[in-house]
């Protein structure tokens, strides 16, 4: 009895031990078959998510943040989706995410006022889905950020209820520090899981 026991318990941490190491490469093949590689192949969606991606020391977005920002209007521009979310922190003062994409998209942009929501809580990936459903009622979106960040986005959002697919924002040449976010990004999958399945926080509702 004890030596099944034992081998009950060494077939389950086994189990865990594989589901722990693969499910970087699930979440990444899953949320890689939603994303779309042409503008042209995007049916219409109500709502563009667009995730912060930190701004500079004079407010304005930083690179990664700008060029999601530019793919978001692309899409607007292109009558693709009605509005657009921008998700950002804005927990220390003089740090405000939100308004920088908000300023981006009106003034360089010339997206309307009206067709953008802000989001002030957007710390992460998973508060930013999570506040997408919950607070604004988003029940459909495309989501924009760079390829390396598209498949855990789409994962998190589809798994909080939102029926999602994604464009990606990626610069062909780069960004400062793009070696370092990709490989967080394994680490981040991880954590994605953790918070779904698991820990399910609710300070961001």
């Not at 009206?114 to 979106?141: H, K, P, Q, S, W």
């Not at 598209?150 to 909080?160: H, V």
Request: proline share 3%.
């Amino acid at each position: 009895m004890k030596k099944k026991l034992i081998m009950a318990v060494a077939i389950c941490v086994f189990l865990v031990a594989i589901l722990f190491f693969v499910s970087p490469l699930i979440v990444y093949q899953w949320g890689k078959n939603q994303i779309y590689s042409d503008i042209d192949d995007i049916p219409h969606y109500e709502v563009a998510i667009v995730f912060g991606a930190g701004i500079k020391d004079d407010g304005t977005p930083s690179d990664a943040l700008k060029d999601r920002l530019e793919t978001a209007a692309e899409l607007y521009d292109a009558g693709l989706v009605d509005t657009i979310l921008v998700s950002g922190d804005n927990r220390f003062e003089n740090y405000d995410e939100p308004t920088a994409m908000y300023e981006y998209l009106i003034g360089t942009e010339g997206i309307p006022a009206e067709n953008i929501v802000l989001d002030y809580a957007g710390r992460r990936t998973y508060d930013t889905c999570v506040r997408a459903g919950e607070v604004f009622g988003v029940e459909e979106a495309i989501l924009v950020t760079q390829g390396f960040h598209l498949p855990r986005a789409i994962f998190t959002c589809t798994a909080l209820g939102i029926d999602s697919a994604g464009y990606s924002a990626t610069n062909e040449e780069g960004y400062v520090f793009g070696k370092y976010y990709k490989i967080r990004e394994i680490a981040a999958i991880y954590k994605a899981v953790f918070d779904i399945y698991i820990m399910e926080p609710d300070w961001v509702r």
